[in-house]
Nanobody
Framework: QVQVVESGGGLVQAGGSLRLSCAAS????????MGWFRQAPGKEREFVAA????????NYADSVKGRFTISSGGVKNTVYLQMNSLKVEDTAVYYC????????????WGQGTQVTVSS
């Protein structure tokens, strides 16, 4: 089994920054593609950013391009999401996910971490 754990959420004012961390552990013999998703109250979960297993390829939702950066950690199967210039509409529960298959389909999900941006 693979466990995915996020951390780093919290409350921040609009224009501020936060960094989320994520680690996949367990039967992680291979490197995984990692992604971030978010779900705001009353809305469906949406894609935020992804990084492939080698760390050489990234993808972002248009709504966060230029503000958020996904990067690999120093330890295998860890990833960060640096969020700058945060907006009130970025408020959501942020989920990390891991995949052996692709940067689009994910098999393993974390429990989520709350990010609240106040005006």
């Amino acid at each position: 089994q693979v466990q995915v754990v996020e951390s780093g959420g919290g409350l921040v004012q609009a224009g501020g920054s936060l960094r989320l961390s994520c680690a996949a552990s367990g039967r992680t013999f291979s490197s995984y593609n990692m992604g971030w998703f978010r779900q705001a109250p009353g809305k469906e979960r949406e894609f935020v950013a992804a990084i492939n297993w080698s760390g050489r390829s990234t993808n972002y939702a248009d709504s966060v391009k230029g503000r958020f950066t996904i990067s690999s950690g120093g330890v295998k199967n860890t990833v960060y999401l640096q969020m700058n210039s945060l907006k009130v509409e970025d408020t959501a529960v942020y989920y990390c996910a891991a995949s052996r298959i692709s940067m689009v389909t994910y098999e393993y999900w974390g429990q989520g971490t709350q990010v609240t941006v106040s005006s």
